[in-house]
């Protein structure tokens, strides 16, 4: 189940708790910051953050054209938060001139609950996952507001809200498994990194 | 296991907000979220966009940087509540604002205007000599200051969720920021290679709460974000901030008060995740122009260095 090398993309954000996290289930974990670490893994984390800042910084560090190399050959990648935003194909509330990675055929809003007042925790059920609730802490998070055909919600909140969704090798949440102890979705993710 | 995370709620604040909001988790993941970026201070809508664009992970709101306050004298207080709803309104990222140490009506303005993050800040005169503000109570999350890690803890114990060593706002001058930094981290240091039967005269030294004390000899951390401010002023700085430990820096007067604020924005970015590569350190520093001008901080007589503030 952990065979192959997981990068966690470090540009900014919490990629030490993804790091943890993977590191603790067994997974021979590294950071990644240079197109060079980022040739040398098997699936890839983009951690939560802020989206405008790890978009501006994958472009300065040259690791944008690589990131979307891999992506488009099936690198399997598991997206938080930020993440999530960065491998959808259409984003609203942006900067004018953002760009994500793109891969997941999804449109996601930034900053969707509001400002930090509105963030808040909640168990969510997901049935992809074995066993009890997902106990999700959602932090100034995106939602998905549309899922293409290409795409497949795996979470809503109770208000039909999608909050998770895959597609092919990839998986994001709006939410931050990593800060909580959950660690079903990189259990999920490392399988999918070893069938890939 | 003992947990300090959430010894109350938000649930007796003076604003309503949904179920599970303002749980310590939630307040102290937005900082875990901000770590391996930069916080900039803004005056107007103007310069929270020039941050934004150049890669800040959340602006500061305020009506003076504190180069201007020391420059200006007075007392500087909460800024005009139009200023940081504008700014609100005009980025995307976190805006940060600051009230007066134990001002918790400044807070309670801050909070309603739904400011992402409360910083309780020695930048501004102080309104209680005595008393630090009742965080706990509050669903926004708390940033404060601290020069020493009983400082940090006694910060936390009354729910900060988020710790900047303080430096020396205003200046220029990154020394009082290492000392910060330098000596939270080695009391962290010296915490964790204590047995476990000396932390209870620890905890008496440091004035903190046993369990606090305990907790971070367990974790060799503090259970908040370590963020470094006061006096960084150009990408060496930060970087230097980031190898001493830190997980983010804050640049105040650094980045506005200098030749050319868009490209040493980018710069101090850049240098701030690239922090242990001096190449790209190298390339970050060069063709920035003027750096703000500053002042060493042994210049600065005791009584106006803003570290002191907070006890």
Known sequence: MTRGRIGVLALQGDFREHLAVLTGLGADAVPVRRPRELAAVDGLVIPGGESTVMDKLSRIFDLRDPLRERIADGLPVYGTCAGLIMLADRVLDALPDQQTLGGLDVQVRRNAFGTQVDSFETDLEVPMLEGPPVHAVFIRAPVVTEVGPAAEAVATLDDGRVVAVRQGNLLGTSFHPEITGETRF????????AAA | MTDTLSPRTASDSTDAFGPGTG????????AEMLKGGVIMDVVDVEQAKIAEDNGAVAVMALERVPADIRAQGGVARMSDPDLIAAIIDAVSIPVMAKARIGHFVEAQVLQHLGVDYIDESEVLSPADYVNHIDKWGFTSPFVCGATNLGEALRRITEGAAMIRSKGEAGT????????????????????????????????????????????VARLGKLPVVLFTAGGVATPADAAMMMQLGADGVFVGSGIFKSGDPAARARAIVKATTAFDDPEAIADASR???????????????????????GW
């Open chain 2, 172 to 215: 220029g001058d990154v020394s009082e920021a290492t000392k910060h930094i330098r000596t939270i981290k080695g009391e962290i240091a010296a915490l964790k290679a204590k047995s476990p039967d000396e932390l209870y005269v620890a905890a008496k030294e440091l004035q903190a709460p046993y369990e606090l004390v305990a907790e």
């Open chain 2, 287 to 309: 063709g920035l122009g003027e750096a703000m001008v500053g002042i060493n901080v042994a210049d600065v007589p005791a009584p106006h260095r803003l570290a002191s503030r």
């Open chain 1, 186 to 193: 990189h259990e999920h993710f490392l399988r999918v990194v």
């Open chain 2, 23 to 30: 749980t310590g988790r939630v307040k102290r993941g937005l």
